[in-house]
C-alpha cells in the first residue's frame, strides 16, 4: 500500500529502472547475513562491521527449523530473537530485507523446514493444506516478533522476500497476503523464481519484484569429473543468462530467443538478491575463491546495469549444535556441507575476521554510494564485439553506462577466476552522441591482465567536470567549504585526469592533495590504499584494522600493528592518529595426539564421513586460560593433510570444515568458556583417501595430520 512506503520522515519506492528514496534515485547494497547462525551477543558489532563496509540493508532467512523445531513450540529467543536482532539493526542505521521463506534453502537441513513438517505434509510449497494452516500459523508469530519495526512504524524493515527459487507464481501471491493479512506491510515484495512451473500468474507480474542470483562458480552441479567447471559468463558485461541464473525469467524480453537477452525494464529494475560474495565448500567441491573473483563480477554487473546489489553471504556464520541442521544427502538433498561451518569464504567470515575481499567491497561500494542518485538513471551499454563464452581470452570487456548527453563511467574487466584474460592493448573507447560519436580516453590505453576498474566520462562533482580519467573514482568528504575527491590509481596503468577544457596531467599516488581546482581537492591514493581506506563520522582514514562508528567514536578492531592515518585538512595529507595501541601478544597453544574416544554414538561424528572412525585420528588443543585479558580475539590457523575437521569441548561439537587447501581459520572467542575453564578442545580429523573431490590446491591423501600454522591476535580499541 502507498501507506506502507512512508515512515513519516522518508518515502522508499520504485520504477521500472531503479528505486527512488524520498523521490531520488537510489542504489541500495544489500548483504546477507543469517542472524539464526551467530551468537546473538555478537550481533551489534559484527552489523557495525557490515556497515562499516557499505552495507545498507542486511537480508537475512529465517529458518523455520530454528524456531519451531517441536510442532507448535515457538522460540524466538537467544539467536533466534528475531526482534532483538531487527532493533539491533535499527539502532545501527541498517534497514532490513526479511527472506521470510517459508522455505529458504540457504544449505539448510530441509531448506529450512522442520522434520515434522516435512513428515505430515504430502505437499508442500503450494496451495494445499494442511501445509497452508501451518504457514498461516508461522506467519502470524512472525507478525508477532515484526510489530512496531516495519518501515511504516519507524522500523528498519523494507522488503519482504516470498518463498525461494519457486516457480509456483500464484503460491508466492498467496504468502504475500497471508502476510499481509498479519500486518506485514511494506514498501516491497520480492521473489527469485525461475521460470514459472504453471500458466502464467498476472498478480505476481504486478505485485513481486523480481530479483536474481549470479555466483563466480557452482559447486552444486555434479559432473562426471573433478575438473574446472563452465567460465562464468559473470565475469564480463552482458546481457541477462535466462540459461542459468536466478530469478531472471521476468527481465528478459518474451520474444528474445538468444542466449545472452538484454534486460528489459517494462516492468522492473535490475536487481540482485545473490551475488555471490564468496562460496560455501559442498563436499565434493571445495573452490577457493580470491577477493578478485567476486570483486571482479559484482564490478561487471554493476557495469551491466544492476541498480541493487545484493550479496550472498556477506557475512557468514554456523549452524547451531544441538541438532545437526546443515543440507545433508541423507536429508533428501545432492550434496553433504559442514554440520557446522557456514563460513561461504564472505567478506566477514563466520567468526567475524575480514577477508581480502571486504577491503575490495568497500572500495566499490564508497564508489555506489558517492554516485547513488546518479549512477541508476544511466543506462547500460556493451560493446559491440562481446564475448560469447569464457574461452574468448582475448575480446576487450568492457561496457559504459552513461546518460544521454555522454556523461557516465566506463567498466572494464581483464580478471576471470582460474582462467587468465589477455591483457587489452592500445584499446580505444568510443560512443555515440546523437551523429557525433567521442572517445573515452585523448589517446589508447593498456588495461593490464587481472584488473577491474571504473574510470569516469564527463563526470561533474561539486562545479568540476571530469572530462576523462585512468584513475577511478572512490568517494569524497567535506572539509568545511572544499571537498576533498579520492581517487584510486590502478596498479600498470600510469595515472591521468584530464579536467574539461583542459591538457591531461599526470598524477602520482600519493597521501596528499595531487592538486587543486575550485572548491576541489584532488587525492589519488595508490590501490592498496584505497583498499584501505575507510571513511567514519565524515573523516577520511587509512588503515588495516577494520574502523567502526560506536556511538559516534571510531572503534578499531584488528591486529592493531601500525597506527591507523587520518586525512587532515590543515595539511592536505594524511598523519598519524597516534593511539594507543594495545601490547601485542602470541599466546601458546599446544596440538597434540591422543587416545580416540569418539565413536558413532555422538551425532555429529558420522559427518566426518569416514566409513571407519578408527582411520580418524584425534588430537589435544590446549591455551592458556588468560587469553582473554590480553586481546579481544585470536585467529588459530590449522594446515594438514586430511579430509574434514571437527573441534569438540567435551561430546558438544563446537566447530569443524572441509579441508580445501587452505589454512582452516578459527575465533577462539567461540571456544572462550572452555578455555577460561582450563579445558582442553578435542579435535578429530579423517582421512581423504581415494574419495572423488575438485580440489583446487593440494591435500595429501595419506596418513591424515594436523598442526597449527600459526595465529593472529585481534584486538579492539579507540581511535583518537
Known amino acids: 500500500t502507498e501507506a506502507a512506503k512512508c515512515n513519516g520522515k522518508e518515502v522508499l519506492d520504485v520504477n521500472n529502472r531503479f528505486f527512488t528514496r524520498n523521490g531520488k534515485p537510489w542504489l541500495p547494497v544489500v548483504g546477507e547475513f543469517h542472524f539464526q547462525r551467530y551468537d546473538h551477543n555478537c550481533w551489534t558489532e559484527e552489523l557495525r562491521k557490515m556497515k562499516a563496509g557499505g552495507i545498507d540493508v542486511v537480508a537475512t532467512y529465517l529458518f523455520w527449523n ?144 523480481p530479483f536474481s542470483g549470479y555466483y563466480v562458480t557452482a559447486p552444486w552441479i555434479h559432473t562426471a569429473d573433478i575438473e ?107 550434496h553433504d556441507l559442514p554440520a557446522i561451518s557456514y563460513d561461504y569464504q564472505a567478506p566477514l567470515g563466520e567468526y567475524g575476521f575480514a577477508r581480502e575481499s571486504f577491503g575490495y567491497f568497500r572500495l566499490l561500494h564508497h564508489f555506489v554510494h558517492l554516485f547513488s542518485d546518479w549512477l541508476p538513471t544511466l543506462a547500460a551499454f556493451c560493446a559491440e564485439k562481446q564475448q560469447k563464452s569464457g574461452r574468448d581470452v582475448e575480446t576487450p570487456r568492457v561496457c559504459l553506462r552513461m546518460d544521454d548527453t555522454g556523461s557516465g563511467f566506463l567498466f572494464a574487466n581483464t580478471h576471470q577466476r582460474i582462467f587468465q584474460i589477455a591483457p587489452a592493448k592500445n ?21 593490464p591482465s587481472g584488473v577491474s576498474c571504473i574510470f569516469p566520462v564527463n563526470v561533474a562533482i561539486d562545479g568540476v567536470t571530469i572530462h576523462s580519467a585512468t584513475v577511478q573514482p572512490v568517494t569524497k568528504i567535506r572539509c568545511g567549504e572544499r571537498t576533498v575527491l579520492f581517487f584510486a590509481a590502478i596498479d600498470g596503468i600510469p595515472a591521468e585526469i584530464t579536467l574539461a577544457g583542459e591538457d591531461a596531467r599526470e598524477v602520482c599516488p600519493s597521501r596528499r592533495i595531487a592538486f587543486s581546482k575550485g572548491p576541489v581537492d584532488v587525492v589519488v591514493l595508490s590501490y592498496m590504499d584505497a583498499l584501505r581506506l575507510q571513511i567514519i563520522n565524515g573523516s577520511a582514514y587509512l588503515s588495516d584494522d577494520l574502523l567502526t562508528d560506536e556511538s559516534g567514536q571510531v572503534m578499531a578492531f584488528g591486529q592493531a600493528e601500525t597506527q591507523p592515518l587520518v586525512f587532515r585538512a590543515e595539511t592536505g595529507a594524511f598523519q598519524s592518529c597516534c593511539c594507543q595501541l594495545p601490547a601485542a601478544y602470541a599466546p601458546e597453544i599446544s596440538l597434540e595426539p591422543t587416545e580416540k574416544t569418539m565413536f558413532f554414538h555422538n551425532k555429529f561424528t558420522p559427518f566426518l564421513l569416514s566409513r571407519n572412525l578408527n582411520w580418524c585420528p584425534e588430537y589435544l588443543l590446549t591455551f592458556p586460560k588468560d587469553v582473554f585479558e590480553h586481546c579481544t580475539d585470536v585467529k588459530l590457523m590449522l594446515d594438514g593433510d586430511f579430509d574434514i575437521i571437527q573441534i569438540y569441548d567435551g561430546e558438544t561439537i563446537m566447530a569443524d570444515d572441509y579441508n580445501a587447501g587452505v589454512h582452516l581459520c578459527f575465533g577462539l572467542l567461540r571456544f572462550r568458556e572452555a578455555i577460561e575453564a582450563g579445558r582442553s578442545l578435542r579435535i578429530k580429523i579423517s582421512p581423504l583417501g581415494e574419495k572423488k573431490i575438485y580440489l583446487e590446491r593440494y591435500v595429501g591423501r595419506g596418513e591424515p595430520t594436523v598442526s597449527v600454522y600459526g595465529t593472529e591476535t585481534f584486538y579492539r580499541y579507540l581511535v583518537q
Open 66 to 209: 530454528h524456531i519451531e523445531w517441536e510442532e507448535g513450540v515457538f522460540k524466538f529467543e537467544g539467536d533466534s530473537d528475531l526482534h532483538g536482532f531487527l532493533e539491533r539493526c535499527k539502532e545501527n542505521g541498517l534497514l532490513v530485507a526479511l527472506r521470510m521463506g517459508p522455505w529458504a534453502h540457504g544449505e539448510a537441513r530441509n531448506g529450512g523446514f522442520p522434520d515434522w513438517l516435512v513428515n505430515c505434509c504430502p505437499h508442500v510449497r503450494c496451495d494445499e493444506e494442511p501445509y497452508l494452516t501451518y504457514v498461516d500459523r508461522l506467519f502470524a508469530h512472525y507478525a508477532d516478533e515484526i510489530r512496531g519495526l516495519l518501515w511504516k512504524d519507524g522500523g528498519p524493515v523494507i522488503l519482504a522476500q516470498m518463498d525461494n527459487e519457486l516457480g509456483n507464481r500464484g503460491h508466492l501471491v498467496t504468502l504475500k497476503r497471508i502476510a499481509q493479512k498479519y500486518g506485514i506491510d511494506l514498501p516491497y515484495y520480492t521473489m527469485t523464481s525461475w521460470a514459472p512451473t504453471e500458466e502464467e500468474c498476472p498478480a505476481a507480474k504486478e505485485e513481486l519484484l
Open 427 to 447: 584499446l580505444t573507447v568510443t560512443y555515440q552522441i546523437g551523429e557525433t560519436t567521442r572517445p573515452v580516453f585523448d589517446h589508447p590505453i593498456d588495461i
Open 228 to 334: 574446472p567447471l563452465w567460465q562464468n559468463p559473470n565475469f564480463w558485461p552482458h546481457g541477462v543468462d535466462h540459461q542459468n541464473q536466478i530469478g531472471v525469467s521476468e527481465l528478459v524480453l518474451p520474444d528474445d530467443t538468444t542466449e545472452q537477452k538484454p534486460v528489459s525494464h517494462e516492468l522492473y529494475p535490475y536487481a540482485t538478491c545473490e551475488l555471490g560474495a564468496g562460496m560455501q565448500f559442498f563436499y565434493e567441491r571445495r573452490p577457493v575463491i580470491a577477493a578478485m573473483d567476486v570483486y571482479a563480477a559484482a564490478l561487471s554487473l554493476l557495469g551491466s546495469g544492476v541498480n541493487l546489489l545484493g550479496y550472498y553471504m556477506f557475512h557468514g556464520g554456523r549452524n547451531p549444535n544441538q541438532m545437526p541442521l546443515q543440507e545433508t544427502e541423507d536429508a533428501t538433498y545432492d
